[in-house]
């Protein structure tokens, strides 16, 4: 369970999540929907990532399967530079003074998979795969509050940068487009607490099982099986099912255009509009495959896979 922790009110931790397990589009291809290319060499999840850095977020995890995880940390690697901390270019050494964001990936508990694995568990189980490793390490790692960036949709990242100081304080923050919020389903940014968790794992736990309760009173045990139709609902649940009593606040953004490309039909809506000619790649120095330097590595095994 998160939970608070007492530490250093000086520092503040901003874990970014990207879901991209748990929910499948119409396209149809062999590699994962949020691949799909929404600019030249740029892909729907390279700009959840992104966003996550503009942001300000101070680590970033991307909930995803094992059977995909590796295609999409050979796109992303193991980290991604910090946009405001990258253009100092007045300092008299510029790249000492950047900033890398690392990167982890969370993959989903077998015990789940086809049981309550929809995009909101995926939110819920990184969030808490988060504070649970964090924790383990150092209470002052522990984040305080989660950012939430969704590969499902197509907006401006750049638009977060003047908000960074209001994202990362203990106030509420989200974004809205056209009045709309991810209380109505959208698939927009917003941060979340320890106390917003727990209402969303209480949502996530009214789904149902294999058995019905119908009875349970007076065989202590469930015997009747659900139809299979009924059965574990929790992985059709939408967005607004989970996170509808998340406690938004005032700080906001109302987003100048957004688009879901979570089907067919609105990701060529996406590609025909003009708007798209504003999303593009950023350059390598920000965005491209790297790896950190392996640490406690034998020399000799380093010869080995040389030869």
Same mark, same amino acid.
């Given at each position: 369970m998160i939970e608070y922790a007492e530490r250093n009110h000086n520092a503040f931790h901003?874990?970014? &999540?990207?879901?991209?397990?748990?929910q499948e589009f119409d396209f149809?291809?062999?590699?994962?929907?949020t691949l799909m290319p929404i600019a030249?060499? !740029?892909t729907a999840v390279e700009r959840a990532v992104v966003e996550c850095a503009y942001a300000g977020c101070d680590t970033i995890w991307i909930v995803a399967s094992d059977e995909m995880e590796p295609l999409i940390r050979h796109r992303i690697g193991d980290y991604v530079q910090d946009p405001v901390w990258l253009y100092r270019n007045f300092d008299k050494f510029p790249s000492n003074h950047r900033r890398p964001i690392p990167i982890y990936y969370v993959p989903i508990k077998p015990k789940d998979e086809g049981v309550r694995d929809c995009l909101s568990f995926s939110v819920v189980h990184g969030s808490l795969s988060v504070f649970k490793i964090s924790k383990n390490l150092s209470t002052w790692l522990t984040p305080n509050r989660y950012y939430?960036?969704?590969?499902?949709?197509? !907006?401006d990242p750049k638009v977060l940068r003047p908000?960074?100081?209001? &994202?990362?304080?203990?106030?509420?923050?989200?974004l809205s487009y056209g009045g709309k919020t991810v209380k109505d389903g959208e698939y927009l940014g917003f941060t979340f607490?320890?106390?917003?968790?727990?209402e969303f794992r209480?949502?996530?736990?009214?789904g149902t099982g294999q058995w019905s309760t119908e009875g349970v009173e007076e065989t202590i045990y469930p015997r009747i099986r659900l139809p299979i139709e009924e059965r574990f609902s929790g992985k059709h649940f939408s967005l607004e099912d989970v996170f509808k009593?998340?406690?938004?606040?005032?700080?906001? &953004?109302?987003?100048p255009w957004y688009y879901p490309i979570d089907n067919w039909e609105s990701y060529c809506k996406f590609i025909g509009s003009k708007e798209r000619y504003e999303i593009e790649r950023p350059e390598k120095r920000m965005l491209n495959y790297r790896e950190f330097n392996p640490i406690g590595r034998d020399v000799e095994k380093v010869l080995d896979e040389e030869d």
């Open positions: 901003l874990a970014g &999540i990207v879901p991209v397990h748990g149809g291809f062999d590699w994962h929907d030249p060499n !740029y939430v960036a969704f590969p499902q949709s197509v !907006y908000h960074r100081k209001k &994202i990362s304080t203990k106030e509420p923050f989200h607490d320890a106390t917003d968790w727990l209480r949502n996530i736990r009214k009593t998340v406690v938004l606040g005032k700080e906001s &953004i109302e987003l």
